[in-house]
C-alpha cells in the first residue's frame, strides 16, 4: 500500500488490530504480553534529536507512589486512562494518522517501558 505523502488526511480509518485511543472510553489501547495493572506516563528529551518523546511505564506490580491503575485483559490488549499532555499528543497523533505506535523499549527494575509515537 502507498504512502500519501503529499495531503493530509482527514479523519483516516482507525484499525483496531493495532494501537488507537478510543473516544468512547477515553482510554489508549494496545497489544502487551504481559498482564500489567499499574503505569506512568512520562517523557524523555532524545539526546540525538533533542526531541520530546513519550513513554509509558508499566507494571505488574505497583512500582511507584505515582502510578495509576491500567487494565489488560484477557485477549492481551492494555486499557490506560491518559492526561494532560501526555493525552493531547496521542490524541493529535490519532487524528492525524488514524493509529498510534506504541512499542517495546526496554525494562526497569519493576517497569517495562513503552515508547508513544
Given at each position: 500500500?502507498?504512502?500519501?505523502?503529499?495531503?493530509?488526511?482527514?479523519?483516516?480509518?482507525?484499525?483496531?488490530?493495532?494501537p488507537y485511543y478510543d473516544e468512547k472510553t477515553?482510554?489508549?489501547?494496545?497489544?502487551?504480553?504481559?498482564?500489567?495493572?499499574?503505569?506512568?506516563?512520562?517523557?524523555?528529551?532524545?539526546?540525538?534529536?533533542?526531541?520530546k518523546e513519550y513513554f509509558l511505564l508499566l507494571?505488574?506490580?505497583?512500582?511507584?507512589?505515582?502510578?495509576?491503575?491500567?487494565?489488560?485483559?484477557?485477549?492481551?490488549?492494555?486499557?490506560?486512562?491518559?492526561?494532560?499532555?501526555?493525552k493531547e499528543f496521542v490524541i493529535e497523533e490519532?487524528?492525524?494518522?488514524?493509529?498510534?505506535?506504541?512499542?517495546?523499549?526496554?525494562?526497569?527494575?519493576?517497569?517495562?517501558?513503552?515508547?508513544?509515537?
Open positions: 500500500m502507498a504512502l500519501i505523502l503529499k495531503y493530509n488526511l482527514i479523519n483516516p480509518a482507525i484499525d483496531k488490530k493495532k477515553k482510554t489508549l489501547k494496545f497489544q502487551v504480553k504481559s498482564n500489567y495493572r499499574y503505569f506512568i506516563q512520562a517523557t524523555q528529551i532524545n539526546q540525538v534529536t533533542h526531541i507494571g505488574t506490580e505497583k512500582f511507584d507512589d505515582a502510578c495509576k491503575k491500567c487494565q489488560t485483559n484477557q485477549y492481551g490488549k492494555c486499557s490506560v486512562s491518559l492526561s494532560g499532555e501526555f490519532c487524528k492525524e494518522r488514524g493509529n498510534i505506535i506504541v512499542e517495546y523499549t526496554e525494562s526497569d527494575e519493576g517497569y517495562d517501558a513503552y515508547n508513544v509515537r
